[in-house]
């Protein structure tokens, strides 16, 4: 935790790699090596609706996703992974590391597309928290960030569920896909992450799920002790 900020010095920015966790793996996103994967995870279920507050919309066809890949690879000042479960190889959604502020040791997770059969498991749970340890722990940033639209609640359940703190709304702070959005703020800091890093890495334990994989304490019960 950083409490004394005499000595401070801007933080490593993150890098393109790999992070391995129980479940799952973040790997820096390749079109050539995820592409196909991915394409079937943005484009199988209810797929409109978990692109309704993206940036982008449902891709349609795998052509138009390999353009989005290579932006996404080549983009300069974001950093894209892809969530790779370890049991079957396959790459089941994507996350990013953006508006990074390595001077002052801040950096957001965003542009995030949970495919179905990751959205509400370990996977999505366990892809969250590899970023958050990665940036505290190993990089030593200060504040962690989740924005949202403010219409959309799942996000905002998703941010309460990991622990994130609500600072405020953004009243018609973008227009996206022809739309106005109101953006609401999320974020944990250095000195929340303890005691979230706990939450999860109990949580996360083998022993706290059945032979179905269903978990026996919810995360907020975690942090609540």
């Known amino acids: 935790m950083t409490h004394d ?6 933080r490593p920015r993150p890098d393109r790699i790999v992070l391995d966790g129980r479940y799952i793996r973040l790997e820096p996103l390749d079109g050539a090596r995820h592409g196909d994967d991915l394409f079937e995870a943005a484009t199988k279920g209810e797929a409109d609706a978990r692109h309704r507050y993206l940036s982008v919309y449902t891709p349609k066809s795998r052509e ?15 950093v894209y992974s892809a969530v790779v479960d370890k049991t079957s190889g396959r790459a089941l959604g994507r996350q990013s590391l953006m508006r990074i502020d390595a001077a002052n040791g801040v950096v957001e997770i965003g542009d995030i597309h949970w495919g179905p059969d990751m959205a509400g498991t ?6 969250f928290f590899l970023h958050a340890a990665h940036i505290f722990d190993d990089l030593g940033y200060r504040r962690f960030e989740w924005k949202l639209n403010n219409d959309n609640a799942p996000s905002h359940r998703a941010a309460q569920r990991f622990g994130f703190a609500y600072e405020g709304l953004f009243r018609q702070h ?12 999320y974020a944990m800091t250095d000195r929340d992450w303890p005691a979230i890093r706990r939450s999860f890495e109990n949580w996360l334990s083998p022993e706290n799920f059945d032979s179905e994989g269903r978990q026996k304490r919810r995360l907020e019960e975690f942090r609540a002790t």
């Open 122 to 127: 370990r996977a999505s749970t366990e892809a």
């Open 64 to 78: 138009d996703f390999g353009a989005w890949l290579h932006w996404a690879e080549t983009h300069p000042d974001s």
């Open 5 to 10: 900020l005499s000595q401070w010095t801007a």
């Open 174 to 185: 973008m227009v996206i896909k022809g739309q106005n959005r109101d953006t609401a703020w």
